[in-house]
């Protein structure tokens, strides 16, 4: 949970807010909420809305907060495809959660996010939901939901819940505190999301006055199932603790994915698989399944995607990552057979991390810590070249790619941009950028250890104004202005502007010593300064 978090709002960080790029002439429907360009440059999840609306959620510098929202789509022309018009939603007029978003969920004309930030408690700093907003006509309208949290109940810490015709125990969760919603899926008149120390819940019916938050119990740790009225009320309760204090791991929600009657919860303690009544009353957790009793490479269970293969095959997979048993890891588990029986595959061949899959009938492209592969069995993997832009040579400075998604093209998200890969070879690499006014370098302060790392050496970018692509050079001097190096390898990143790499180190190729470096820029006869602070 820490990394993911880390992922969604440290890292982005790096990232300068007020994006520069060109406007088009496409006309759509959400031109009045909504504002050019994307609002962060790490691209959690994408999500198709119809043949010509895609959907991101994106990271979100909470600190310098304005208009723009972690809500962003793009709109491909008709007309002209290759023209794509980014937008964001516009806060003052759509009323989305706070922060980052760590879920997307879009089904039919039902799209769903989440929120996620930091904040200050008495046990330090933690991170908090911010709340879930809907739309059922395809964006043009919102509806914001708080987090769902229990009411502090008269005595204790326990309230009951109703679950078919039963009253259970359970846990009441009253803060946002650690209760963020991970993942979300919409299926027929309801919302489900899972949300950590949430648990499972769900919203619904969303056409209906009567709608509302409803806790969804689990298995407990040691059982394989939960049937609906057949549980043992001595000794079952909801608690999403730790197992230490009487709780959980089970009963902590990371991932849900619901199709049709069928109901699929990915938690710290594996994979459970549900069978939703004909009245939505009540969910039969039929099977419950860990890497010590199946075929699963882990128990912290990160997503779920289902795909259609030839022969009416359906091949659900499931991103599971090591927890806290000695013999897990990070990879892929996959079952054809509903879940009787699992596979495991690694994209790289050895444990590591998965973010994200997406799949046709003939492939499926897994989004991984080390990069973007492909594979047509689903056990052997080709992996793509890390994105570089075939026209401009701008390139995406990590291995890690976050989402993706297949339309003809490639999508690629990124921490640092979005790439889209045409016919397999040609990139175009879109990073969303302050404009240069004339001359910045970002991120600032630069980490060379862990920012933009390719290759062993991590990377500070220059972007300045240069509309007349004039020969350029940056000397950069240390505090006692003794020169450290001079760069000369300017690209043109689009018609306006040309960045310059440094990789953080002197003319013998030493990595410089941490402290404030002044940059200057020499373009045309002219010279501009800017300020950057070095830390290794």
Known sequence: MIYIYFLISQLICQIPIDFSISKSNIINRYDDISEIGIYNNSIID?????????????????????????????????????????????????????????????RDNIIAISGILDTIAVTGEEIMGTGISYSIDEGETWFYLPQPIDKIPDTGKYHNINWGNQSISALAITTEINNISYDLSIEGEYIYAASWAGGIRRYGPIYSDLKSWEIIPLPMDSDSSLICNEINLNNYEVNPNDPINGGNHNHKGFSIYVINDTIWAGTANGINKGVIDNN?????????????????????????????????????WAITWAGEGNNENNALSYSENGGKNWQITSPSG???????????????????????????????????????????????????????????????????????????????????????????????????????????????????????????SIDIFDFSMDKVIQLNNAIMINDIESQILWNGKNDYGHQVNNGVYFCRLSINGTKHWTKLAVIN
């Open 350 to 472: 050895y444990s590591e991390k998965v973010y994200n899959l997406y799949s046709n009938e003939n492939k499926i492209w897994a989004a991984t810590k080390s990069g973007l592969y492909l594979s047509k069995d689903g056990r052997n993997w080709e992996k793509y070249l890390r994105p570089i832009d075939s026209i401009t040579g701008q390139e995406i400075l990590t291995n890690e790619v976050l989402s993706v998604y297949y339309n003809g093209m490639i999508w690629a998200g990124t921490p640092v941009g979005l790439s889209i890969i045409s016919n397999d070879t040609l990139n175009t690499i879109y990073k969303f950028q302050a404009p240069a006014s004339p001359f910045y370098a970002y991120p600032n302060p630069f980490l060379i250890n862990n920012h933009n790392q390719i290759d062993n050496n991590g990377y500070a970018i220059f972007i300045f104004s240069n509309p007349n692509n004039y020969f350029s």
């Open 280 to 316: 939505s009353t009540c969910i039969n957790w039929t099977n419950h399944y860990t890497s010590t009793w199946d075929d699963i490479s882990g128990n912290w269970v990160i997503g779920f995607h289902n795909q259609t293969l030839g022969d009416n095959i359906e091949r659900i």
């Open 46 to 106: 994408i999500k198709p809305l119809n043949s010509t609306n895609i959907f991101f959620s994106t990271g979100s510098d909470y600190h310098n907060d304005k208009t723009k929202s972690a809500l962003s789509y793009a709109t491909l022309s008709t007309i002209h495809p290759d023209s794509i018009l980014f937008r964001s939603f516009n806060k003052n007029y759509v009323s989305l959660p706070r922060g980052g978003a760590p879920a997307l969920a879009v």
